[in-house]
């Protein structure tokens, strides 16, 4: 058996792409979902409407699309530090209406157990293919989406770089 990484299109999300570009509206995609596939690997066929053993649905931080493939749409669920104890090894990508959009393997990644004295930030980014970007919905519900502490540091960081300029361009330091 070979085991692609990566997501796949699931047959619904085929047919609710396809629908959506005929009547000319947006798929909204709001969570993604991840699972320990019960300690196995298995091929995706497409045909799978659910995760083998989902363990965790998150909502996702940002959808944007690769600038260098218009047709890659990339998803980013940042995972909170009190979740975890198992592998990821499958994960996926769930519409508004909670229908499995794609689905995939993913490579091994083991989230210490919550309360344990270990902790991870991590961030997984789904990168899905489709035939048409443009019937996917770029925005996300700001009310759900979190920061990770690296983001918001940085962004303080660039704000106090530039007051430093501004402060040095005015003549005080």
């Known amino acids: 058996m070979s ?5 796949k299109l699931t047959a619904a999300g085929l047919a609710e792409l396809a629908a959506a570009e ?5 798929v909204n995609i709001t969570q993604m979902v991840l699972g320990d ?16 053993n989902e363990l ?8 944007t699309r690769e600038a260098a493939y218009p047709n890659r749409i990339v998803c980013d669920a940042p995972i ?12 996926g990508l769930l519409s508004d209406s909670d229908e499995l959009l794609a689905i995939g393997m993913h490579q091994l990644v083991q989230l210490p ?3 344990s004295s270990t902790t991870i930030d991590l961030v997984i ?3 899905l293919e489709v035939s048409n970007a443009a019937v996917v919905n770029l925005a996300v519900d700001p009310y759900i989406v979190t ?8 962004q303080i960081a660039a704000i106090a770089a530039r007051a430093r300029r501004l402060a040095h361009f005015f003549g005080r330091r």
């Open 80 to 91: 909170p530090a009190d979740e975890g104890g198992f592998t990821i090894r499958e994960f």
């Open 147 to 154: 920061a990770t502490r690296y983001y918001v540091d940085d």
């Open 22 to 26: 005929v009547e000319e509206r947006k």
């Open 37 to 52: 596939a019960n300690g196995a690997w298995y091929e995706v066929t497409g045909n799978e409407t659910g995760l083998l």
């Open 125 to 127: 980014r789904g990168i």
């Open 56 to 63: 965790l649905r998150i909502p996702l931080l940002q959808i």
């Open 113 to 115: 157990q919550p309360g």
């Open 3 to 7: 085991i692609q990484l990566g997501l």
